[in-house]
């Protein structure tokens, strides 16, 4: 079966550009999108078909696929940005990363 | 603004038949591009794919969990369910129900999510 990868956690400082990556056999070929998970809250779509943005997703918010890789990128972080982050990509069926935890400090 | 709510029994005993009903207001369950999903996740742990059903019928369900699952959707009352047979403990999660874009591949409106705990 299909997987994803993310790594579990990413660090960055406010104001600084934060990276979260998705890896999978050929997902440049696959929609990848990314969802944001704050504790207790049920997860937020910010990023579909690679790069768009949902209405009311901040323009910080922005996404890339290409080869093995999917990327989102969040710029400017700010302290309410941190929140898991998964990736999900479709291979005959939805497929979800395992998850990135990102820490703003 | 589409809104999802989960709705059923919190605790289910182990062998028993876990069910979740989830109502969509805001919009109809009948719309042509949209399907709509079952999703969990264990307690701090990431998300699994349960299934996801057409308002036609058509459903799609995730093979590790395919021989005791069962998805249903009620149009009359803008309702789709979710039935899963012989629970065990690894069953205790939070189950969440979603709007599918089955085109795009991605889940745009997620209900708050219930928590149903498996123990006698």
């Known amino acids: 079966s299909y997987e994803v990868t993310q790594p579990p956690s990413v660090s960055v400082s406010p104001g600084q550009t934060a990276s979260i990556t998705c890896s999978g056999d050929?997902?440049?070929?696959?929609?990848v999108c990314w969802y944001q998970q704050k504790p207790g809250q049920s997860p937020e779509l910010v990023i579909f078909?690679?790069?768009k943005r949902p209405s009311g997703i901040p323009e910080r918010f922005s996404g890339s696929n290409s080869g093995n890789t999917a990327t989102l990128t969040i710029s400017g972080t700010q302290a309410l940005d941190e929140a898991d982050y998964y990736c999900?990509?479709?291979?005959?069926?939805?497929?979800f990363g395992g998850g990135t935890k990102l820490t703003v400090l | 603004q589409l809104q999802l709510q989960e709705s059923g029994p919190g605790l289910v005993k182990p062998s028993e038949t876990l069910s979740l009903t989830c109502t969509v207001s805001?919009?109809?369950?009948?719309?042509?591009?949209?399907?709509w999903g079952w999703i969990r996740q264990p307690p701090g742990k990431g998300l699994e794919w349960i299934g996801t059903?057409?308002?036609?019928?058509?459903?799609y369900y995730n093979p590790s969990l395919k021989s005791r699952v069962t998805i249903s959707v009620d149009t009359s009352k803008n309702q789709f369910s979710l039935k899963l047979s012989s629970v065990t403990a690894a069953d205790t999660t939070v189950y969440y129900c979603?709007?599918?874009?089955?085109?795009?591949?991605?889940?745009?409106?997620w209900g708050q999510g219930t928590l149903v705990t498996v123990s006698s």
């Open positions: 979603a709007r599918y874009h089955f085109g795009g591949a991605y889940f745009d409106s």
């Open positions: 805001g919009g109809s369950i009948s719309s042509s591009s949209s399907y």
């Open positions: 059903i057409y308002y036609g019928g058509s459903t």
């Open positions: 050929k997902l440049g070929t696959k929609y």
């Open positions: 078909q690679d790069s």
């Open positions: 999900q990509a479709w291979d005959s069926s939805p497929v």
